[in-house]
């Protein structure tokens, strides 16, 4: 699998895409990034990140997230190049 | 008559789709049902023109294209095995919508009036609570904010949407 930003992450770490939806998008002034983690991180060490890092602190610390398209859980395990949606409340219908 | 799937049962046909073009007509649908089917029924929820009291003058939809193809698709596949159904399909509209105009639609075909109901109302509900999809309503006096959005009012996002059980219904 290949990072989802040009150039590898380092040795150890992984290179997630991130994707902001509906208000997040809003927020984050943007609608997708990269974020670089530990090997062995989970949604939750993502959230985290975006949160006290980033400075996304209106992000609710259990945010609903998709990994690949998937509704995921706070201790999904993250990969290389994986897709993360940060999904605020949805509003179909 | 239907064709059948490896256990025998009916298979059920399914088509669904996310769309910037106009649903105001049901769309294709009687190619999916057959003289299996003794009911039909179409739901169209449409842009309403006031929400929570206030003058609403349009919606714009944002949808997770790929992941709410997936949904969409998942949620009928999940009503197909829990009512007795020959035939669903299901579109979203997204982009910017007026009052009126047609946001889902759904339909349903089925031996029995019954099912069609239910079967229904399930697809409905589920794209309510999973169905990646998000609506930013503009207003008469040129405000506009993102609906179920945590500073607009709505619940906050505590957890993944609730999975129900597998469990069948409507039959003996």
Redesign the interface.
């Known amino acids: 699998m290949t990072a989802a930003g040009g150039v590898a992450p380092v040795s150890g770490r992984i290179r997630v895409r991130t ?1 902001f ?3 997040y998008g ?1 927020k984050a002034a943007r609608r997708e990034g990269t974020a670089d983690l530990a090997t062995g991180s989970t949604v939750g060490d993502l959230v985290a990140t975006l949160r006290d890092v980033r400075g996304f602190d ?1 992000l ?1 610390e ?5 990994v690949n ?5 706070t201790g999904t395990p993250l990969s290389d190049g994986d897709e993360v ?1 940060l ?7 | 008559m239907h064709t059948r799937d490896r256990a025998g049962r009916p298979e059920v046909r399914i088509r669904t789709r996310i769309t910037d073009g106009s649903l105001d007509a049901p769309g294709p649908f009687e190619d999916l049902s057959d003289g299996s089917d003794g009911a039909v029924l179409i739901f169209q ?1 449409r842009v309403r023109e006031t929400n929570e009291g206030r003058a609403v003058t349009g919606l714009g ?2 949808a ?1 294209g ?3 193809e ?2 969409l698709r998942a949620i009928c596949e999940e009503a197909a095995t829990r009512f007795e159904v020959g035939a669903i399909t299901a579109a ?1 509209r997204i982009g910017e919508l007026e009052p009126g105009e047609a ?2 639609v759904i339909g349903v075909a089925a031996p029995h009036r019954a099912a069609c109901y239910e079967a229904s109302r399930f697809v ?1 509900e589920e ?10 309503e503009r207003y008469a006096d040129g405000d506009a904010s ?6 607009s009012g ?8 609730e999975r129900r059980e597998d469990v069948r219904e409507g039959e003996g």
């Open positions: 994707l939806f509906g208000v809003e209106w609710p259990r945010v609903v997230v998709a398209h998937r509704y995921a859980e949606a999904i605020p409340p949805v509003a179909g219908g | 929820g939809y944002q997770y790929e992941m709410a997936k949904e979203h946001s889902v409905i794209i309510k609570a999973r169905l990646p999809i998000w609506k930013r993102w609906v179920g959005a945590p500073d709505g619940a906050p996002a505590a957890s993944a949407p």
